[in-house]
């Protein structure tokens, strides 16, 4: 291992020989300025890994001398040292970006863990991790055949999600492999769940939370609670759990979050059906009968979320919701950009709501894009790409503004999505419905075992364009492929992210109630 080179700098350089000689003793190897013009001269022709920097020096200031550190070499890591404790020094210091900040006099040990936390801290989380993980991979495994019914699963999604995230920030592949075997065998045993219960949770009331009844349970009473503010909900198209868990930093210092809870997506899990379920209050079936001008069927070449403003308002006065609505659709940036414009001339409003389909254009042009495939080729990537989209984007503006006007804030989404990788054979008249992740038609030929089946689709409250139309659902990273030139297209959607079918990914999905700090 090569020794981590330190550049220590102190105007009473020659006290400190004790402590070079006590780093030499644990692999680290320290060259002494007494000054800081000279530190900058050495830093010029020589390379270092740490530099340990007296604040209280003649001539170039500690200061001084870390500014010019900083404008030649900024990612070079700073140890301020000094006696001056005094509120706006360390302001300073710590505003320079500097990576720990000692008080004299420093002992050889209080100098080691500081050394110890930059250089090996990373090491030392991943250790734990790894051990931490390995003491709840058994409890892990056991608890999946364990789980009873939609809270079990929905607290067992979050808790993977969590360890998802920590192995990913480990060099082990080993172990986020070994992760990775575990989450197929629970999205294994939850489409198993969900096909046994589905229809009992849809007509017997016993299930989770879901699309069609979410605004009238949690935004409902919201509204009529805060009359005298405004509430602007945001309806971000395609936002897995993991995805809302990576963004929720952000947003953090701008609203205090009052409820972080999840609810499941009807099935389809697609905008078709899940989205103006949300904005409905209604299953598709429903739709399709008591507002057959405004639902579109499967088979038909125009946008099927047309009418979610005027689904919403159906719902709003059928529940006696007398309330001043605004509704509006964000599918690019110019749209984003005007409506933070014109923010503020909602604050009259009771309800805003923003359908943002940013996320979902990310997982459909991974598809079709070879740059998207390689900025996102896993869930790893997905978040990263969602991250640096949401930190430049007019939703974060229009988050920020909200606050500054002080309204009530809700995120939530209408369904998640898939990473798949497991080809099936489909086979269909014309007519079939082009969906990866679930396929509606007549004379649907397919490996019955494999897929989720619904030969009366009216049982899942579910419309049918034929007598004998059924659906089938694809199941953990299953996708469904013609026959015709099968091979192609099963490499071309593979490793792609896809929505439709059963999958804690698809289904759980985040409702979130925010208030402005």
């Not at 495994?141 to 009873?148: D, H, R, T, V």
């Not at 690019?332 to 805003?352: P, V, Y």
């Not at 079939?432 to 019955?448: A, D, H």
């Amino acid at each position: 291992m090569t020794p981590i080179k330190i550049l220590w700098v102190d105007d009473e350089i020659e006290l400190l020989k004790p402590h070079f000689l006590f780093l030499k003793g644990k692999g680290y190897l320290t060259t002494a300025c007494n000054n800081g013009q000279d530190a900058l001269l050495t830093l010029q022709k020589n390379t270092f890994d740490v530099v340990l920097l007296d604040e209280n020096m003649p001539g170039l200031s500690g200061l001084e001398t870390l500014n010019e550190i900083k404008l030649s070499s900024p990612n070079l890591p700073v140890i301020m040292i000094t006696k001056n404790e005094e509120e706006q020094i360390m302001e300073e210091a710590i505003g320079a970006k500097i990576s720990d900040y000692l008080i004299k006099p420093v002992n050889p040990n209080q100098i080691l863990l500081a050394l110890k936390k930059l250089f090996e801290h990373k090491n030392l989380i991943a250790e734990k991790t790894i051990i931490n993980y390995q003491k709840a991979f058994q409890r892990i495994s056991k608890s999946i055949n364990e789980l009873k019914n939609h809270e079990d699963w929905s607290d067992f999604y979050i808790k993977m999600l969590y360890w998802e995230m920590e192995l990913e920030g480990l060099d082990d592949l080993g172990m986020l492999e070994i992760f990775q075997n575990q989450m197929k065998e629970a999205n294994r045993l939850f489409a198993k769940f969900v096909q046994n219960h589905y229809q009992d949770w849809i007509f017997n009331q016993s299930g989770p939370l879901m699309s069609h009844q979410i605004l009238k349970k949690k935004l409902f009473p919201i509204l009529k609670n805060e009359s005298s503010r405004t509430t602007l909900m945001l309806v971000i198209d395609n936002l897995r759990f993991d995805q809302w868990k990576i963004i929720a930093p952000i947003i953090d210092n701008y609203y205090q979050k009052e409820e972080e809870t999840s609810y499941f997506s009807i099935l389809p899990t697609a905008t078709q059906y899940a989205r103006n379920a949300i904005f409905s209050g209604m299953m598709p079936l429903e739709m399709q009968i008591n507002h057959s001008e405004l639902w579109v069927d499967e088979n038909e070449k125009v946008g099927k979320n047309l009418n979610e403003e005027a689904f919403l308002k159906l719902q709003l006065q059928r529940n006696g919701m007398n309330c001043k609505f605004s509704y509006s659709k964000i599918t690019n940036l110019k749209a984003g950009r005007e409506l933070t414009q014109s923010l503020s001339n909602h604050k009259n409003d009771d309800l805003l709501v923003v359908v943002y389909n940013f996320v979902d254009m990310i997982s459909h042009a991974k598809t079709e894009m070879e740059i998207i495939k390689e900025l996102a080729p896993d869930n790893r990537g997905f978040r990263s790409l969602t991250l640096s989209w949401f930190k430049n984007s007019p939703l974060l503006e229009i988050i920020q503004q909200a606050r500054g006007l002080g309204f009530n804030l809700i995120i939530t989404t209408d369904h998640g999505t898939i990473n798949v990788d497991q080809p099936l054979e489909v086979k269909g008249n014309r007519e079939l419905s082009m969906n990866l992740r679930y396929k509606t038609g007549q004379s649907l030929s397919y490996p019955p075992k494999s897929v989720m089946e619904v030969n009366n689709p009216k049982e899942l409250q579910l419309p049918a364009a034929h007598l004998n139309s059924k659906f089938i659902f694809a199941k953990e990273q299953q996708y469904f492929v013609y026959q015709n030139n099968f091979n192609h297209y099963a490499n071309h959607f593979r490793n792609t992210f896809q929505h439709g079918g059963i999958s804690m990914e698809e289904m759980i999905i985040p409702f979130v109630i925010m208030r402005p700090r």
